[in-house]
């Protein structure tokens, strides 16, 4: 038997319907803060993940799908969405018109050991947010994704801290070489690796988050500078206004090496999964690829991640059964009830028919199974008269209904 790869898993019956609701609930609240919808390739250079996200990060470093196709190029299975939407901004010259909002959703792919919210094919929604360096920009954003998952019924908390620019960060990852250097043999080989090349990382390691070094660590806070501190201190006071309740964790510094100023997190209230959702603004990140400077902020949430938490805490989507069940009695009621149920089908109604050919036992089973909210029975008197049988499938009561009423009938009960 060939089974599905490590770290993959398949989507059908109540999980797709799961996942479709959620993503569409994303696109919903993007549309109403007026975000277009943009899809770029699964597959990208490999150079634009490695410029783009950096060499120093562990999506680059060890969590990439890479590989040559058959012209030799190199390709990388995109592990996040960020870069690409950059990609495009620069190669379509997007950045004409600032603002301008999108939002994305599709499959990532990272090469971790899979685990509980933790996949190798993941799911990401997310959106960009260019041409605005203005604190209310990441409110917006912010805003956005709580409202999101107000909306979906997950209760969590915004986490929010701020690197400044590459001034602050240049003075920041000196203080903390000095701070972790005499010690770093306490630490992870991961954690020995980053203390030169990415300090700032050491603190987001999952290892060594206990280690008493990590509290005693500096906090990026006394490096702002004045108008960094001002900046900040802005965004705070627009999510109080807008009732988002958010704290201020000084460790958290985001994975990726793009971000500057604002950096955020979505978090259940336990914080059993990790994060549901990160996000942060990457004003360099355009330049860096060689385009023209663009401020932008941006988020992904894990669709994975939030449909586990969901199932968790049983939060149900809304009930997407069928509506109807046309049921014919004999063979010669076929083409009848086939178009009886297209026509309902295009009505905007979800209908089912029997594909089998089936006993009317078995057709009950099915109905059984399928649980329509109606079932329409098609026998020879129908077909005749014209009055159908409506059977209402929770109460088991059957009415009589003229077809040329049968609308009507579904419009105001269905
Ligand atoms: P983590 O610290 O959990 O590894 P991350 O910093 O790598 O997360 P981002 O790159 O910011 O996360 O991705 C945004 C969101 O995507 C995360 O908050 C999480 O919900 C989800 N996510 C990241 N990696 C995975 C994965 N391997 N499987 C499922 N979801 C993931
Ligand atoms: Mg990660």
Request: aromatic share 10%; hydrophobic share 35%; proline share 3%.
């Amino acid at each position: 038997m060939i089974q599905r790869p490590k770290g993959t898993y398949d989507v059908y019956g109540s999980l797709a319907k799961k996942q479709d609701y959620v993503k569409r609930m994303f696109g919903a609240v993007c549309e109403s803060y007026n975000f277009g919808y943009i899809e770029t390739p699964i597959f990208e250079r490999s150079e634009l993940f490695h410029r783009g996200v950096g060499e120093t990060t562990d999506i680059v470093t060890k969590e990439t799908y890479d590989f040559q196709d058959k012209g030799g190029r190199d390709i990388t299975l995109r592990p996040e969405g960020t870069a690409s939407v950059a990609r495009c901004v620069i190669e379509d010259k997007l950045y004409t018109e600032l603002p301008r909002k999108f939002y994305y959703i599709g499959q990532m792919f990272r090469y971790e050991r899979p685990q509980k919210g933790r996949y190798r094919e993941l799911r990401q929604m997310g959106v960009e947010l260019y041409g605005s360096s203005e604190p209310i920009a990441d409110a917006e954003v912010i805003s956005l994704g709580k409202n999101f998952l107000d909306e979906l019924g997950i209760e969590t908390k915004v986490i929010i801290n701020y690197l400044g620019g590459v001034e602050t960060r240049k003075k920041y990852r000196e203080a903390l070489i000095k701070h972790f250097e005499a010690n770093i043999d306490e630490f992870c080989e991961d954690c020995k690796e980053r203390l030169y090349k990415n300090p700032l990382r050491i603190l987001d390691c999952k290892v060594d988050n206990n280690n008493s070094l990590m509290e005693s660590a500096p906090s990026i806070l006394d490096y702002l500078s004045e108008e960094e501190s001002e900046n900040f201190v802005k965004i705070q006071e627009y999510l109080r206004y807008l009732n988002i309740d958010f704290e201020v964790d000084t460790r958290l510094v985001r994975g990726l090496d793009y971000y500057n100023n604002i950096v955020f997190e979505f978090k259940t209230l336990d914080d059993e999964f990790g994060s549901v959702g990160a996000g942060g603004r990457y004003d360099g990140l355009t330049a860096s690829l060689d385009g023209p400077s663009v401020p932008s902020v941006g988020f992904a949430f894990g669709l994975d991640r939030l449909v586990d938490v969901m199932n968790r805490d049983n939060i149900e989507v809304e009930n997407s059964n069928i509506d109807l069940y046309i049921m014919n009695v004999t063979e010669n009621e076929l083409m009848y009830s086939y178009n009886l149920a297209q026509d309902l089908r295009m009505c905007g109604f979800k209908v089912d028919i029997d594909l089998l050919n089936k006993s009317m036992k078995a057709k009950f089973k099915e109905v059984d199974r399928l649980n329509p909210k109606y079932i329409i029975i098609i026998g020879e008197e129908e077909v005749k008269t014209g009055v159908l049988t409506v059977k209402d499938n929770l109460t088991k009561e059957e009415q009589k209904i003229e077809s040329t009423e049968l609308l009507d009938f579904l419009n105001v009960n269905l």
